[in-house]
């Protein structure tokens, strides 16, 4: 019998890889002739605020992020529509094993929540993508005004689904400490390795300290005797 009641999911690097090449296209770093790591790291100087809701248009979110640049207007909407495209290709692109693992733990009577650090651009195609519709409830911080690892962002989505947190299961791939934050909130954690192995395989060490199992690959939650303990 599955021993959870209850399974909370990280978004971005756990159900979906927003840099998988099928999802890059015109991305937003190619429109703007700058690197990745160079938009990037610009983006998380400001990212509390965009994360916590303080920025609600896309466009205006670039342009923030741009801001020590000097892009002219054309090429700042260029960017936010690829950025756009970009998210909404990774959301409506999810693996279809995703897809069946939330389905059969639904099936199951499982309860499912998505607790996501995101801005505006990473939720404006949520609503109508596959995703949404294998979640009972989800939470994102742009909404909240909270964000991973306060525990009161997990709190809200225990409350959401009417459980407490020793019945329900963390499953992220350990970015902003989430890990940390779950286990500050009760809950039993999972660090999935599925993506970040193949992009920052160096984190995987310490990020494992923090997690109760570690999976190599997200249907592995519906055996949990096969998860290697971390």
Same mark, same amino acid.
């Given at each position: ?11 971005? %690097?756990?159900? $979906?890889?927003? &840099? ?8 937003? %770093?190619?429109? &703007? ?13 400001? %990212?509390? $605020? ?33 950025? &756009? ?35 505006? $651009? ?76 193949? &992009?920052?395989?160096?984190? $995987? ?26």
């Amino acid at each position: 019998m599955f021993p959870y009641r209850g399974v909370l999911f990280d978004l971005f %690097y756990t159900l $979906i890889n927003p &840099l998988d090449p099928a999802c890059m296209g015109e991305n937003e %770093y190619a429109v &703007l002739g700058i690197s990745r790591s160079d938009f990037e790291s610009r983006n998380m100087a400001g %990212y509390e $605020i965009w994360a916590g809701g303080g920025v609600r248009d896309p466009v205006e979110l670039v342009r923030r992020i741009l801001a020590d640049f000097d892009f002219p207007e054309e090429r700042i909407r260029a960017a936010a529509h690829a950025r &756009l495209g970009r998210i909404r290709s990774s959301l409506f692109g999810v693996d279809a094993k995703n897809l069946r693992l939330l389905t059969k733990l639904r099936e199951g009577g499982v309860k499912t929540a998505l607790v996501s650090n995101a801005d505006v $651009i990473d939720t404006r195609y949520w609503q109508g993508s596959p995703l949404a519709a294998c979640f009972d409830l989800a939470v994102f911080s742009c909404d909240t005004g909270i964000l991973k690892p306060d525990p009161r962002i997990y709190r809200l989505a225990l409350e959401g689904i009417g459980l407490p947190a020793s019945a329900c299961l963390y499953v992220g791939d350990g970015g902003h400490e989430e890990l940390q934050g779950a286990k500050e909130a009760g809950l039993s954690t999972a660090l999935t390795v599925e993506y970040i192995r193949n &992009l920052w395989p160096e984190r $995987i060490p310490a990020l494992s300290v923090r997690a109760d199992l570690v999976i190599h690959n997200l249907e592995e939650i519906l055996s949990l005797d096969t998860l290697t303990m971390a």
